[in-house]
């Protein structure tokens, strides 16, 4: 089974600038999850969707944030406009349910951003 | 604040031993918990889950939770240098804790 792919894996712009960072889950996944890992920290959850729905986006600054799940499967995250404090890897992922029940996490390989 | 704290380490131990890794957290309501892997440089792997007080034992690791203290542990018992990662604790708010470094040395 394929994991969970991201792309770029890495990305390098300046403050102000715009991104944009890309998910696709595993097969079959009804629920996604966007992290925000900032180096010696543990990830942070910036949004949770559960098909092409909102479930939690209490932490995502949302004046400068934004994502999407398009049809419940792909989602993408961007950044505009970028900060300094925004470098860190973001961190896909996705599991099979969500909610209140047990759900394994698993994770794509993460986009390393850095702003300068 | 929703919190989860743990040690940040690094823990060192030898291999063969036991390493045991702790982590606290403020919310009461949380009901689960969880333990990750990360390698440096890698994403988070899921090793154990835990959801009643006690101990749960999966091969060479221990997951112990003790809710009236709102603490959970893990063991890992013969330890090994492919162990050598962070360990991350997690609750089933969606909250990590910052994770401790573990170094197994040969």
């Known amino acids: 089974e394929a994991g969970v792919a991201q792309s770029p894996r890495y990305k390098i712009i300046e403050k102000r600038q715009s991104v944009a960072f890309w998910c696709n889950p595993i097969?079959?996944?009804?629920?996604l999850y966007w992290y925000q890992q900032i180096l010696g920290q543990g990830p942070k959850l910036l949004i949770q969707?559960?098909?092409?729905?909102?479930?939690?986006d209490s932490q995502l600054p949302k004046d400068r944030f934004s994502a999407e799940r398009l049809k419940g499967v792909d989602s993408t995250l961007k950044i505009q406009p970028a900060k300094l404090e925004d470098s860190a890897v973001y961190l896909c992922?996705?599991?099979?349910?969500?909610?209140?029940?047990?759900?394994?996490?698993?994770f794509g390989p993460g986009t390393r951003l850095t702003v300068t | 604040q929703k919190e989860v704290e743990q040690n940040s380490g690094p823990l060192s131990v030898p291999e063969g031993a036991i390493a045991s890794l702790n982590c606290t957290y403020s919310?009461?309501?949380?009901?689960?918990f969880f333990w990750y892997r990360q390698y440096s440089g890698k994403s988070p792997e899921l090793i154990m889950s835990?959801?009643?007080?006690g101990d749960k034992e999966d091969g060479r690791f221990t997951a112990q939770l003790n809710k009236a203290s709102q603490y959970v542990s893990l063991l890992i018992r013969d330890s090994q240098p492919s162990d050598s990662a962070t360990y991350l604790c997690?609750?089933?708010?969606?909250?990590f804790g910052t994770g401790t470094r573990l170094q197994v040395f040969p």
């Open positions: 992922a996705s599991s099979l349910r969500g909610g209140t029940g047990f759900y394994e996490q698993y």
């Open positions: 097969s079959g996944h009804a629920t």
């Open positions: 969707f559960q098909n092409n729905g909102v479930v939690d």
């Open positions: 919310d009461r309501v949380s009901q689960s």
């Open positions: 835990i959801y009643s007080n």
């Open positions: 997690v609750t089933d708010k969606l909250i």
